[in-house]
């Protein structure tokens, strides 16, 4: 998109594995400083890519050893890029997560949008759904014990809000209206 390209930033951090990290500068509008600088905790530059050159193996005593076969790890931050090409600062504040939130609001009665259990509800069900339909049932531990967490935490979330009935189940449909398309698995698996 024009004008995107202007506004990213690089940085290098030297460690043990270079990394290589790209941000995003929200303009001198927005309160915050280049990375690495004690003004960095503002929202003016985020991260949005990050490339991980994996080049050693550290062995118990500490000691590095070159890797047979060295690679490149990468990850980008999807909902960012998202923020970024929508024109906002938040990954809260991209439609997707607007829909899933106001989808919360509904099932929790409340009429704070901006009420950050609302956030974390949106967020839950995305996650809790996709782990179930990899498979991942509640249970006590590995996978099963992060699922079971993340439900127990959503549904917290729901009774700060005053919410003491069954709700979380019934984004799901609303998880499917805004990614079914691009997941066909979890339109599929929604009765799960």
């Known amino acids: 998109e024009d004008g995107?390209?202007?506004?990213l930033v690089t940085g290098v951090q030297t460690c043990a594995l270079p990394?290589?990290?790209?941000?995003?500068?929200h303009g001198p509008e927005i309160p915050g400083g280049p990375p690495g600088t004690p003004e960095a905790d503002g929202d003016r530059y985020i991260e949005i890519w990050n490339l991980v050159f994996m080049q050693f193996n550290r062995d118990d005593a500490g000691k590095l050893h070159p890797l047979p076969k060295p690679s490149v790890d990468t990850g980008m931050g999807l909902e960012r890029i998202a923020a970024v090409l929508q024109g906002v600062h938040s990954n809260y504040e991209i439609d997707l997560f607007q829909d899933?939130?106001?989808?919360a609001a509904r099932e929790t009665a409340c009429r704070d949008l901006h009420n950050n259990s609302l956030?974390?509800?949106?967020d839950h069900i995305r996650a809790c759904s996709f782990l179930i339909v990899d498979g991942v049932i509640p249970g006590n531990e590995g996978r099963g014990y992060v699922l079971r967490r993340i439900v127990r935490r959503a549904?917290?979330?729901g009774?700060?809000?005053?919410?003491?009935?069954?709700f979380f189940h019934?984004?799901?449909?609303?998880?499917?209206?805004?990614m079914g398309v691009?997941?066909?698995?979890?339109?599929?698996?929604?009765?799960?």
């Open 19 to 25: 990394i290589s990290e790209i941000f995003y500068d």
């Open 155 to 157: 549904i917290r979330h």
């Open 100 to 103: 899933l939130i106001k989808a």
């Open 159 to 166: 009774y700060k809000l005053g919410q003491k009935k069954t």
């Open 4 to 7: 995107i390209r202007d506004k």
């Open 170 to 178: 019934k984004l799901v449909p609303d998880l499917v209206k805004a």
């Open 119 to 122: 956030k974390v509800i949106a």
């Open 182 to 192: 691009a997941y066909p698995e979890l339109a599929k698996a929604a009765d799960r």
